[in-house]
């Protein structure tokens, strides 16, 4: 009298329900006034947008690419979602890296050594020269925005192209 056994799975979800069985023998005997279920393993139900979905966690990701639900509670939550700041700058910095690794290395394969009598390997190569051009000028261009974005060309966001025709990322811009 007095003491309680209490159990709970390590696994969520309605497939993981615990099951105990009565038995006999000393133990048995001593929880012999009854047993009492607190919670039945059960999933996490959620509606979002009217669509009804469910879980055997109290998470969600696979609802909206790159988001995860945590679900916390009953009731009823507006959820805002944001921009991951700096995962998007380690992005745009891999970008600016290679697009200059690119300028260089295409650069440096366009000239003539006098001193070697070398000619590199992209001399008078005109595909090579368009493609570099065409780069360049996507980098350049204003691009169309809806009402609810301002942002209509990439110098609006710390892009900043350079005289060597690399480029640069002013972060906090």
């Known amino acids: 009298s007095g003491y309680k056994l209490v159990y709970s799975g390590e696994d969520t979800g309605a497939s993981n329900t615990l099951t105990v069985t009565a038995a006999t023998g000393t133990l048995a005997t001593s929880f012999a006034g009854g047993t009492t279920t607190a919670s039945t ?4 139900l959620v509606s979002i947008n009217g669509v009804s979905l469910s ?3 109290n998470s ?8 995860t639900f945590d679900i916390e509670d009953l ?3 507006k959820v805002t979602v944001g921009v991951d700041e700096d995962a998007m700058t380690e992005k745009i ?3 600016v ?3 200059n ?3 260089s290395y295409v650069g440096s394969q366009s000239i003539y050594d006098e001193d070697t009598d070398t000619k590199g390997i992209f001399i008078g190569e005109t595909v090579v020269s368009r ?3 065409n780069m360049k000028s996507k980098l350049s261009t204003n691009f169309e925005t809806s009402t609810s974005d301002p942002i209509g060309a990439l110098a609006e966001i710390g892009f900043k192209t350079l005289q060597s025709g690399k480029i640069e990322f002013d972060e906090s811009a």
């Open 93 to 95: 910095t891999t970008f």
């Open 131 to 133: 493609l570099v051009a």
């Open 101 to 103: 690794s690119i300028i």
């Open 75 to 77: 009731g009823t939550t």
């Open 97 to 99: 890296d290679a697009y």
């Open 60 to 67: 969600l990701s696979d609802v909206i690419q790159g988001v």
């Open 55 to 57: 879980s055997e966690s």
């Open 41 to 44: 393993a059960q999933d996490a």
